[in-house]
């Protein structure tokens, strides 16, 4: 079945550190999208990206990178510039840069700073 | 410009009770109109949508919408809730023309027995 695979589910970050959270889809959607999501402020964008090799910075780009080297893969990564990555990101995908079909979602990776 | 509002964070019925809510947009042309669902944990997941053409929408699991212009209202309602509809619902909007969807702030449905 198609869909959006996001991993790990659960990832712990040190302080300091940089992690790479992982978003793949075999929909064949040309647009892919990040988002953060934290409790009672639903859904920022983070970064979005319309067509390979090509990406924009969305709401709270700050301390985040992205690349799109693949039409199926958003990788995203959370650098220590980012200095409150405690939450649940969700990658989304659309078929076209317009949105009117909506989005598909992935499951989730939940971050956690120890 | 584009936005949406989601009246009310939170939100209680009683299993069997209507389930009803509201999101309300602003938009100034057209807008195409969005309703998702999250379980705990979970990614979003679509309910339903209005592009054009019948204003009143059937989704999944039961739910509906309706896109009434004049009040720029896209409410969701079920007839009769169940347990398993306890989850967060989020409505969002999309004018189309290369502008990105614009999500609320979310409405957690909780179902009491």
């Known amino acids: 079945d198609g869909g959006i695979t996001q991993s790990p589910k659960y990832l712990f970050r040190k302080e300091g550190q940089n992690v790479t959270l992982s978003c793949e889809q075999n929909l064949n959607h040309d647009a892919m999208y990040w988002y953060r999501q934290d409790p009672g402020q639903g859904l920022r964008l983070i970064y979005y990206?319309?067509?390979?090799?090509?990406?924009q910075k969305g709401d709270i780009a700050e301390g985040y990178s992205v690349s799109r080297e693949k039409k199926e893969s958003f990788p995203l990564t959370v650098t220590s510039a980012q200095k409150n990555p405690t939450a649940f990101y969700l990658c989304a995908s659309s078929p076209d840069r317009t949105g009117i079909f909506g989005y598909t979602f992935g499951s989730g990776t939940r971050l956690t700073v120890v | 410009a584009q936005s949406v509002t989601q009246l009310g964070s939170h939100v209680s019925v009683s299993e069997g009770a209507l389930v009803l809510l509201r999101c309300n947009y602003s938009?100034?042309?057209?807008?195409?109109l969005f309703w998702y669902v999250q379980y705990p944990n979970q990614g979003l997941q679509l309910l339903l949508k209005y592009t054009t053409g019948a204003t009143l929408v059937k989704g999944i699991n039961g739910f509906e919408a309706e896109f009434k212009k004049s009040e720029t209202s896209f409410h969701l309602t079920k007839p009769s809730a169940h347990m398993s509809d306890a989850a967060e619902y989020f409505c969002?909007?999309?004018?189309?023309?290369?502008?990105?969807?614009?999500f609320g702030t979310g409405t957690k449905l909780q179902v009491i027995p």
């Open positions: 969002a909007v999309c004018t189309g023309g290369y502008q990105k969807v614009t």
């Open positions: 938009s100034s042309v057209p807008p195409y």
């Open positions: 990206s319309q067509i390979v090799n090509d990406f």
